[in-house]
């Protein structure tokens, strides 16, 4: 497993066009989490699931925003009539979850970088 | 609830000089604790972790940091600065974990190294 994998690495899209990113996390993980990251600024969490479950979702997941995880394996996280504001690198992250071993780092893939213009 | 403060949002120091990132953190329970690299345009790197054994913890690429309950600190320190150590630097908390571990991370300290 060469860990958690982004497609793509770059989007540019146009204002009110609707976008989907892909994220691929560690196999055995269960855990997977979106964050957003804007320029100068630490990632801020979005999402998270556990499995298929989406277990907790941030203020900042606006209602144009949707993840999903099916299968419990890859998830999506898609943006509809996306916005300037939504320009940002998505990172996605996957772990372990609790009660499952001790270490449950978070391991991050290299992030999508969206550009809305 | 749990957050994460970098005091100093850029730090330079010259090439073989000591680093210092400074770390605060905030948490209702025993916090874990993280230092993540990003390089630009890239997704992040673990450097060490904190969870709850010993308070020195020894990372990669010759970084470390002291988790020092007291001070609610854990700063990353490394002895001397190579210019590939130039990047950005965030601290995170999580909860310990018996409670959920979502990741709150700072605002990131960006190192330069000067030649």
Request: proline share 4%; hydrophobic share 35%; glycine share 8%.
């Amino acid at each position: 497993d060469t860990g958690v994998s982004q497609d793509p690495r770059h989007k540019i899209t146009k204002r009110g066009q609707n976008v989907t990113f892909r994220c691929d996390p560690i196999s055995e993980h269960n855990r997977l989490y979106w964050y957003r990251q804007t320029l100068g600024q630490g990632p801020e969490f979005l999402t998270y699931f556990q499995n298929e479950a989406q277990l907790e979702k941030s203020r900042l997941l606006s209602d144009r925003f949707s993840a999903e995880r099916p299968k419990g394996s890859f998830s999506t996280l898609e943006i509809q009539r996306t916005e300037q504001g939504d320009s940002a690198m998505y990172l996605c992250a996957s772990s372990l979850a609790p009660g499952q071993s001790r270490n449950t780092e978070a391991f991050f893939g290299q992030g999508t970088r969206l550009t809305v213009v | 609830a749990q957050s994460v403060t970098q005091l100093g949002s850029h730090v330079s120091v010259s090439e073989g000089a000591l680093v210092l990132l400074r770390c605060n953190y905030s948490s209702s329970v025993p916090p874990y604790l993280f230092w993540y690299v990003q390089y630009p345009n890239q997704g992040l790197q673990l450097l060490l972790k904190y969870t709850s054994a010993a308070t020195l913890v020894k990372g990669i690429n010759g970084f470390e940091a002291e988790f020092k309950k007291s001070e609610t600190s854990f700063h990353l320190t490394k002895p001397s600065a190579h210019m590939s150590d130039a990047a950005e630097y965030f601290c995170a908390v999580s909860g310990a974990v018996f409670t959920g571990n979502q990741f709150y991370f700072g605002t990131g300290t960006s190192l330069t190294v000067i030649p």
